[in-house]
């Protein structure tokens, strides 16, 4: 990111800052800066899905635990609506060299639901055949039939969710909440690079899923699935790699730290596991 920072725009919904909300105070900004801007969030909670196309952008809040972004939303009803991925989470990534600071980020649709629906789904994500070129296609539940889909209490919920081509995203002393899988979800395995220190994550199957190059330092993962914690996918380059340093893990008795999907590579250095 750019060392010469403009002077912050304050969000607060005290009516004290220049925006009320995150989104205006991301609209606002020119789209061909290649300056910092610093985005100033005020403790309050934030119930709007961020849309972030801008680039060179730090969002910063003013704590941890007194910023919190939340949206509840399960990909699959989102795909019922639209053809792609954007826009399905809680805070949608295209732009790049982006900074996160002092958030929580919640997709807590799976904390309240109170278990599986059937929705009318009359896109391709409602039929039984695979999806488009180039679109991610959505898992088929058993006893689906043509023109529904089975809405998981766990399924898939982003928290975050980046597109291909949001590349050196940086997160430091942020918490991100899923009530399903997939939390954390940097998804670009051509060239995505990322980098989360001092952050906590947690959720069900696969719920921190980097594609491409990815360090973890300092980071706390609580799973709740006894399928896998992480997961990462480094098809595209032999040299990807996912690495986790000084990172500790709790979770459901019997869980497991991960599974094999696709190509990847896992490091963990000086980790420590729960008992589980």
């Given at each position: 990111l750019s060392l010469q920072a403009q002077k912050k725009i304050i969000v607060s919904q005290d009516g004290k800052g220049q925006f009320a909300t995150i989104q205006a105070a991301l609209n606002s900004l020119d789209t061909f800066s290649t300056k910092e801007r610093v985005i100033f969030i005020k403790n309050g909670t934030y119930r709007e899905k961020l849309m972030i196309d801008k680039s060179f952008v730090k969002l910063q809040g003013e704590s941890e635990k007194g910023v919190i972004i939340s949206q509840s939303l399960p990909r699959d009803v989102w795909r019922c609506q639209s053809p792609e991925d954007y826009g399905a989470g809680t805070v949608n990534v295209k732009g790049h060299d982006l900074a996160f600071e002092n958030l929580t980020v919640l997709n807590e649709y799976g904390f309240n639901a109170k278990g599986d629906t059937t929705i009318t789904c009359l896109s391709e994500s409602g039929a039984t055949g695979a999806a488009s070129k180039d679109r991610y296609a959505l898992p088929r539940e058993k006893g689906e039939t043509e023109g529904t889909k089975i809405v998981r209490k766990d399924?898939?919920?982003?928290?975050?969710?980046?597109?291909?081509?949001?590349?050196?995203?940086?997160?430091?002393?942020?918490?991100?909440?899923?009530?399903?899988?997939?939390?954390?979800?940097?998804?670009?395995?051509?060239?995505?690079?990322?980098?989360?220190?001092?952050?906590?994550?947690?959720?069900?199957?696969?719920?921190?899923?980097?594609?491409g190059w990815a360090w973890a330092e300092n980071c706390h993962f609580i799973c709740h699935n006894k399928n896998a914690a992480i997961w990462h996918d480094g098809t595209n380059h032999e040299s990807s790699k996912t690495v986790l340093k000084n990172c500790t893990f709790v979770g459901e008795k019997g869980y497991k730290l991960g599974r094999y999907h696709r190509p990847a590579q896992f490091y963990l250095i000086g980790c420590k596991f729960d008992e589980n």
């Open positions: 399924g898939h919920q982003f928290a975050f969710r980046s597109m291909p081509g949001a590349t050196r995203l940086s997160f430091k002393n942020c918490t991100f909440r899923a009530g399903g899988g997939d939390t954390v979800s940097p998804w670009d395995v051509e060239a995505g690079m990322y980098y989360f220190k001092n952050c906590t994550m947690e959720g069900w199957v696969d719920f921190y899923c980097p594609r």
